[in-house]
């Protein structure tokens, strides 16, 4: 039997001027790999370990599990994986 390796997902902002790292917040736990398939239309066998793009909608759905703001006019904002120890 194959285990899905325990990861922490992260929003990931990039300033959209330099293109470089400039904001991230670690979007909850509460938040299930489930619902955050269901938002960016992923099948459900995919554990959602590549970058995904957010935009208005999803922004809106995620803002209230992370601890921050979203700023979408100055950063390109990406839900990504990160492998836990």
Known sequence: MTSVPKVSRWIRGFD???ESLAVQHRLSPEFPLERLQELFGIPAHNPMFDVYPIGPTEARVLAPYIDGELEL????YYVEAD???
Do not use: D, H, I
Not at 73 to 76: L, V
């Open 16 to 18: 959209k001027r330099t």
């Open 83 to 85: 492998a836990e120890e």
């Open 73 to 76: 006019g100055n950063y390109s």
